[in-house]
């Protein structure tokens, strides 16, 4: 592999799959990369300065909802630069994209620790990526905000600084939305065995405290058709390759609830969903519809700095950079990775126009939960 040493790269840019729409801009620029093992010398180079890292998985299961992501941060911390920065200087984003690999986390995460100017992790996606850089961040003294981490964590070191609604919260909005419809079980389907050796405790308790009894499915499975109510966890390739094959009876219907790692926009652009199989897909942000003022900043910045349409996931990203750059904007005295992880430590109520980041306890009491759905002609309602 042929690398340029370049702020926050690592690896190349992989592949985007075939039905994904074009990235331009920035998102372009990306083919540069660094040899993480060069980081540090070229790190050196640039000068003093504060940064903060983002790490994030493109893999391919990933792609769809980790470049949204990240490019609503871009765009959130471009936007913040352009506006004067921390204390008059811009902060440093460092970008560091994996193949979601073990070797290849970790990898980013030396790399991160070894940048002298680096103060904080923020946004690192998607959930795996987000799980796994914040194992082995609980004895790393720098602060790990915002990350796309849905999976229930006990955060032994506090270092972890969740901003999103977990899985629980995503199932029991999901529930509550449907009990018209008197649900009271449902299917649940994983991509892959790797995410259900993960995630199933979770989302079983998840579904067990609102009192939903659930039932693991084969995602291969076309024997028999599903529960009307099915609770899928995994991207958006598996979740169409799953809506394609399904065999519903005549007559029959079921509604799919995907759980926060689906693009709804990307899955349209595959060939949708079937008419009897509609999609719903639950974002822990406000509907791009809001007329929040954090809706409207990210689609005004979105607009200026890329030919991109909007999403969830873009603005998650989004709403992740500007708390971390609230945050840090709160640190009296000399920034460093020490001053900055006490200063998320006390976990200061974070008003980001209209979307509103609060604690209790050490644990995230504010609970943003939104749904979305595919129909059968293609349309994004809600």
Same mark, same amino acid.
């Given at each position: 592999?042929?690398?340029?040493?370049?702020?926050?790269?690592?690896?190349?840019?992989?592949?985007?799959? +075939?039905?994904?729409?074009?990235?331009?801009?920035?998102?372009?620029?990306?083919?540069?990369?660094?040899? #993480?093992?060069?980081?540090?010398?070229?790190?050196?180079?640039?000068?003093?300065?504060?940064?903060?890292?983002?790490?994030?998985?493109?893999?391919?299961?990933?792609?769809?909802?980790?470049?949204?992501?990240?490019?609503?941060?871009?765009?959130?911390?471009?936007?913040?630069?352009?506006?004067?920065?921390?204390?008059?200087?811009?902060?440093?984003?460092?970008?560091?994209?994996?193949?979601g690999?073990?070797?290849?986390?970790?990898?980013?995460?030396?790399?991160?620790?070894?940048?002298?100017?680096?103060?904080?992790?923020?946004?690192?996606?998607?959930?795996?990526?987000?799980?796994?850089?914040?194992?082995?961040?609980?004895?790393?003294?720098? +602060?790990?905000?915002a990350?796309?981490?849905?999976?229930?964590?006990?955060?032994?070191?506090?270092?972890?600084?969740?901003?999103?609604?977990?899985?629980?919260?995503?199932?029991?909005?999901?529930?509550?939305?449907?009990?018209?419809?008197?649900?009271?079980?449902?299917?649940?389907?994983? +991509?892959?065995?790797?995410?259900?050796?993960?995630?199933?405790?979770?989302?079983?308790?998840?579904?067990?405290?609102?009192?939903?009894r659930?039932?693991?499915?084969?995602?291969?499975?076309?024997?028999?058709?599903?529960?009307?109510?099915?609770?899928?966890?995994g991207? !958006?390739?598996?979740?169409? #390759?799953?809506?394609?094959?399904?065999?519903?009876?005549?007559?029959?219907?079921?509604?799919?609830?995907?759980? #926060?790692?689906?693009?709804?926009?990307?899955?349209a652009?595959?060939?949708?969903?079937?008419?009897?199989?509609?999609?719903?897909? !639950?974002?822990?942000?406000?509907?791009?519809?809001?007329?929040?003022?954090?809706?409207?900043?990210y689609?005004?910045?979105?607009?200026?700095?890329?030919?991109?349409?909007?999403?969830?996931?873009?603005?998650?990203?989004?709403?992740?950079?500007?708390?971390?750059?609230?945050?840090?904007?709160?640190?009296?005295?000399?920034?460093?990775r +020490?001053?900055?992880?006490?200063?998320?430590?006390?976990?200061?109520?974070?008003?980001?126009?209209?979307?509103?980041?609060?604690?209790?306890?050490?644990?995230?009491?504010?609970?943003?939960?939104?749904?979305?759905?595919? !129909?059968?002609?293609?349309?994004?309602?809600g």
């Amino acid at each position: 592999m042929s690398c340029t040493p370049h702020t926050g790269r690592l690896g190349a840019a992989l592949p985007l799959h +075939a039905a994904q729409p074009r990235r331009r801009a920035l998102l372009q620029a990306a083919s540069v990369c660094a040899v #993480a093992s060069a980081l540090p010398t070229a790190f050196a180079q640039e000068g003093q300065g504060i940064a903060v890292a983002q790490i994030v998985d493109l893999s391919a299961q990933q792609q769809d909802v980790s470049r949204d992501f990240l490019t609503g941060s871009r765009a959130a911390w471009a936007d913040f630069n352009g506006r004067g920065g921390l204390r008059g200087r811009p902060v440093q984003h460092l970008v560091l994209e994996t193949d979601g690999s073990p070797a290849g986390l970790r990898a980013a995460w030396q790399a991160a620790q070894a940048h002298p100017a680096c103060v904080a992790f923020s946004g690192c996606a998607g959930d795996g990526a987000a799980a796994a850089i914040a194992a082995l961040q609980a004895g790393g003294g720098m +602060a790990h905000a915002a990350p796309w981490l849905h999976r229930q964590w006990h955060d032994e070191g506090d270092t972890v600084f969740g901003i999103f609604p977990d899985y629980q919260a995503q199932i029991a909005h999901a529930v509550r939305s449907l009990a018209v419809m008197g649900v009271q079980q449902a299917g649940v389907v994983f +991509a892959h065995a790797s995410v259900q050796q993960q995630l199933q405790a979770s989302v079983v308790q998840a579904g067990t405290a609102m009192g939903l009894r659930t039932q693991v499915l084969s995602a291969a499975d076309r024997r028999a058709a599903p529960p009307a109510i099915v609770l899928f966890v995994g991207g !958006t390739p598996e979740l169409h #390759a799953y809506v394609s094959r399904l065999v519903m009876p005549p007559g029959r219907q079921c509604y799919v609830v995907a759980l #926060a790692d689906v693009n709804l926009q990307v899955l349209a652009q595959m060939g949708g969903t079937r008419p009897s199989v509609p999609v719903i897909a !639950t974002q822990p942000v406000p509907l791009l519809s809001s007329s929040l003022p954090i809706v409207r900043a990210y689609r005004a910045v979105l607009g200026r700095l890329y030919d991109e349409p909007p999403s969830p996931q873009g603005l998650a990203g989004f709403i992740a950079a500007r708390y971390t750059a609230e945050v840090l904007g709160s640190v009296s005295g000399p920034l460093s990775r +020490a001053s900055v992880l006490a200063a998320f430590r006390k976990r200061p109520e974070v008003q980001l126009g209209g979307y509103a980041v609060a604690y209790q306890g050490g644990r995230l009491a504010s609970a943003t939960v939104t749904q979305s759905m595919l !129909t059968a002609d293609g349309r994004i309602v809600g």
